[in-house]
């Protein structure tokens, strides 16, 4: 049964849900090219140490918060207090974090317009649609405007559902969906001449680089991008977990699945980067460094699939829907942030809070579009370098210096009586503590 503010229906839902926030163009895109471009293996050693050492401890603060709470970001995080001082922080917190998934969401949803439209190109090219496959492939405002709009649109839809009927039964469609298309690509592409080149460089590590402080910031700043850390996202979620659900293996289920898909993805994007490269598509500098970062997958996997005639645009197709897919689930995730707050601090009916805050983040899309040298980047570093590890940060502070301890156990006992003994509460209140702040910050200052 749903309580009046909406709650997953099932463990699964919610997995589905949590997992498809967290698995999304940060795993598919984002983690195989800062791995390409940061030493491959070793780059992947140190992050998944980071994920379950520092992002899923972190990821618990946010989910147990929102589950006390019951209630928006701002508001969950001012139940954990009354000091008056304290509550502001929470504000600043709550809000700071809303703002933050709203601001991602901008700039998502312009690069999840590109794969709606890659994803139909060769659509029309296969129906023989030349003028439409030119308008496609070729970067216009229009295009942006168009597509930024469309998936903006789809996000809504399905937020203002709610939770069981929007949130939670788009993702339990979505995710193995998007499982589905990730094996056949990987299947696809291991078969290929060149692969087992690329999954040498993605599974043997060169040792030297592991300590590299600049590999430590990437892979901490893609860990808490990746599960979706510090924009208020996760304490919304977790607000709609029933009381009776074990919230430690839940967040350790979403952790390892946004994991698994990450290292999965590799295995599909990095086998397929020297696949293009015995195909004669330039790849590497010299020094072996990737020569296009930020246009992989624009123009490195397009010059793949162009290579392989017909097939070429299925797997074209195929790849660019597993993007969107993925984009989709997230920017769910983001949008809700900022409707749940609306809808319970202004009593706005959902529908209403989803339409406005979807039309003002349509309105910051289109603004970074109409000035996208100046601001996509910008809004990128502020959100993902600046914005999630600090507000990841003093939700851990939140949880481990702020709040009464005896609360704090007794809200992670609920649906798990028997934590007090378990290893998880030996470990955890330590982490959370010292731990997760003190190396946050180090990464925090390192980038700055
Ligand atoms: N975790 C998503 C990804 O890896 O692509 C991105 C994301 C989703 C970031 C939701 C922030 C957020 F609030």
Redesign the pocket.
């Known amino acids: 049964m749903s309580s009046v503010r909406g709650e997953f229906s099932s463990r699964f839902g919610f997995i589905m849900a949590a997992a498809g ?7 598919i895109w ?1 983690f195989p090219t800062q791995t390409a471009s940061n030493g491959g293996a070793a780059f992947v050693l140190v992050y998944l140490i980071l994920a379950f050492c520092l992002a899923y401890p972190a990821l618990m603060a946010e989910l147990v918060i929102g589950r006390y709470g019951q209630a928006n970001a701002v508001s969950s995080l001012q139940k954990l207090s009354s000091k008056p001082t304290h509550k502001r922080f929470a504000f600043f917190v709550g809000f700071g974090g809303i703002v ?2 709203g601001l ?1 969401l901008s700039f ?1 949803a312009i690069v999840a317009g590109w794969m709606f439209s890659a994803t139909i190109e060769p659509v029309t090219k296969l129906v023989g649609m030349p003028g439409m496959t030119h308008w496609l492939s070729t970067q216009s405002l229009g295009r942006d405007l168009f597509f930024t709009s469309l998936f903006i649109i789809l996000t809504i839809a399905i937020i203002s559902k709610g939770v069981e009927n929007g949130i939670e039964k788009w993702s339990k469609r979505l995710m193995p969906a998007l499982l589905s298309i990730l094996f056949l690509l990987i299947v696809y592409v291991l078969t290929q001449d060149g692969a087992s080149k690329g999954l040498k460089a993605y599974l043997i590590p060169d040792f030297s680089s592991l300590l590299n402080p600049d590999l430590l910031v990437s892979a901490l700043g893609q860990a808490f ?5 510090g ?3 996760m304490i919304i979620y977790g607000s709609y977990i029933s009381k009776k659900e074990n919230l430690v293996s839940l967040g350790a289920y979403v952790t390892l699945i ?1 994991v698994l898909i990450a290292f999965v993805a590799g295995l599909l994007i990095i086998p397929a980067m020297y696949v293009a490269q015995a195909q004669g598509v330039d790849i590497f500098a010299a020094d072996g460094s990737l020569l296009s970062e930020d246009t992989l997958v624009f123009q490195v996997l397009p010059a793949l699939f162009n290579g392989m005639g017909e097939v070429g645009l299925f797997v074209g197709f195929a790849f660019f829907a597993l993007m969107s897919i ?2 989709l689930t ?2 769910i ?2 949008l809700e ?1 900022p409707v749940s707050y609306a809808v319970e601090k202004f009593a706005l009916k959902r529908i209403q809070a989803t339409w406005i805050i979807g039309a003002l983040i349509t309105l910051v899309s289109f603004t970074i579009i109409f000035n996208f040298n100046t601001l996509f980047g910008l809004v990128i570093s502020l959100t ?1 370098q600046f914005g ?1 590890p600090l507000l990841g940060m003093l939700c851990c502070i939140f949880v481990g210096w702020l709040w009464n301890r005896g609360t704090l156990l007794k809200e992670i006992e609920s649906g798990r009586p028997d934590i007090a003994a378990t290893w998880f509460w030996k470990i955890w209140p330590w982490y959370i503590k010292f731990v997760c702040p003190i190396a946050i910050a180090l990464v925090f200052i390192h980038s700055l």
Do not use: E, K, R
């Open positions: 926030s967290a698995v999304g163009l940060g795993n984002g933050c998934a991602i998502y991008f990746s599960l979706s850390l924009t208020s996202v946004d993925a984009a997230s920017s995730s983001m942030a993902t999630q």
